[in-house]
């Protein structure tokens, strides 16, 4: 689910990321074409389902770029961003998190956050060994294939699912042509 679909469901997220996220435009963008109410502040955005109610996404960010695969200071960004994230949820307790990077879970182990944490991993799961044995907390495969491999190798009652990664079925309409290849179109679907 994008953070757009869970706001339209009434959800209100917070998205940590890099400083220049797209996020906020780009859920923008999207209520427009839907033509759904919004109320924008900065780094916030409010929308209105059309069915009387009303969700949001915000975005707090640390004052760096993002980070990549090949970044040597990710480890110190994902820091920052973790700890953010356990300043904020002192302030205000969340439901869930989820995470996108394992290196975040030992800090929100320590802060007492691991029992709201759902990791949603993209790298293969033999690379977390350690993090896995340290810490118990539930994942989100995001193949078939990553599910399997994740369950040779650890405790398959921690594999919540699969959410694969790819285009967003909410917004893209995929169907077979005559050869067995695979059309996509973008749709968005209206909500009312």
């Given at each position: 689910?994008?953070?757009?679909?869970?706001?339209?469901c009434?959800?209100?997220?917070?998205?940590?990321?890099?400083?220049?996220?797209?996020?906020?435009?780009?859920?923008?963008?999207?209520?427009?074409?839907?033509?759904?109410?919004?109320?924008m502040?900065?780094?916030?955005?409010?929308?209105d389902?059309?069915?009387g109610?009303?969700?949001?996404?915000?975005?707090?960010?640390?004052?760096?770029g993002?980070?990549?695969?090949?970044?040597?200071?990710?480890?110190?960004?994902?820091?920052?961003?973790?700890?953010?994230l356990?300043?904020?949820?002192?302030?205000?307790?969340?439901?869930?998190i989820?995470?996108?990077s394992?290196?975040?879970?030992?800090?929100?182990?320590?802060?007492?956050l691991?029992?709201?944490?759902?990791?949603?991993?993209?790298?293969?799961?033999s690379s977390?060994?350690?993090?896995?044995q340290?810490?118990?907390?539930?994942v989100?495969a995001i193949?078939?294939?990553q599910?399997?491999?994740?369950?040779?190798?650890h405790d398959?009652?921690?594999?919540?699912?699969?959410a694969?990664?790819?285009?967003?079925s909410f917004?893209?309409?995929?169907?077979k042509?005559?050869?067995?290849?695979?059309?996509?179109?973008c749709?968005y679907?209206?909500?009312?």
């Amino acid at each position: 689910m994008t953070a757009f679909q869970a706001a339209v469901c009434a959800h209100d997220i917070t998205i940590y990321g890099p400083q220049g996220s797209q996020i906020i435009p780009f859920t923008e963008n999207i209520a427009a074409r839907l033509g759904l109410p919004i109320e924008m502040e900065e780094n916030h955005i409010r929308i209105d389902n059309g069915k009387g109610k009303f969700g949001s996404v915000t975005l707090r960010t640390i004052p760096y770029g993002p980070t990549g695969y090949n970044d040597p200071t990710s480890q110190f960004k994902n820091d920052e961003l973790a700890k953010l994230l356990i300043a904020d949820a002192a302030m205000n307790p969340f439901e869930l998190i989820h995470v996108h990077s394992k290196m975040r879970i030992p800090l929100l182990a320590a802060a007492g956050l691991l029992p709201l944490v759902v990791a949603h991993e993209h790298d293969l799961p033999s690379s977390n060994m350690e993090i896995h044995q340290s810490y118990r907390y539930p994942v989100i495969a995001i193949s078939q294939s990553q599910a399997e491999h994740f369950c040779q190798i650890h405790d398959p009652r921690l594999l919540l699912g699969v959410a694969y990664h790819g285009l967003d079925s909410f917004t893209f309409h995929y169907e077979k042509d005559t050869q067995g290849y695979t059309r996509i179109s973008c749709t968005y679907r209206a909500l009312r």
